[in-house]
């Protein structure tokens, strides 16, 4: 079985993928009377002509390291974001575009971070370190199916 090791989740490394969703460097605009910092416009969502935005909350079981990856999911017609609503690191798994999902990234994401996963992305179930397990998740709502799962030929371990 192959191990691959984790990294940080940087906009760089994660740029082919989607959009972080974090409050990094400095506040576009700062507004409530100079209380809040408001970073503007962090993600792409794109829901599709016959989709609409909803807004999901999860609460996921944490899973521990290693994790054994064997499975991967993509949502065609619809990006989707996972924002933490906790303080805990948590797992972001993606994979290389594709009929079929090609290399395997895994990244852990940082206190505030949320990823926003542009649509066709291959990337792992929500994967939650630790509990509590909860997200906000903004997607695609819609009648037509919007999510297709691929079982991988060997696991991966996430180290």
Known sequence: MRTLFTKPLT?????????ILDCAGEADKIINQGKCGR?????????????????????????????????????????????????NPWLVIVAEPGDTPGQIHAFIAGTGQGVNFHKG???????????????????????TPNLQEYWLPEPVVIA
Request: avoid cysteine.
């Open 11 to 19: 906009i760089e490394a994660f740029a082919p993928f989607g959009d």
């Open 39 to 87: 970073f503007h416009d962090r993600a792409a969502l794109d829901f599709g002509a016959d989709g609409r935005a909803g807004i999901s909350l999860f609460n996921a079981e944490p899973r521990p390291l290693p994790y054994e990856l064997d499975m991967v999911e993509r949502h065609p017609d619809g990006s989707q974001a996972f924002i933490p609503m906790h303080q």
């Open 121 to 143: 992305t291959w990337h792992g179930v929500l994967t939650p370190l630790h509990a509590p397990g909860l997200f906000a998740v903004v997607d695609r709502i819609g009648d």
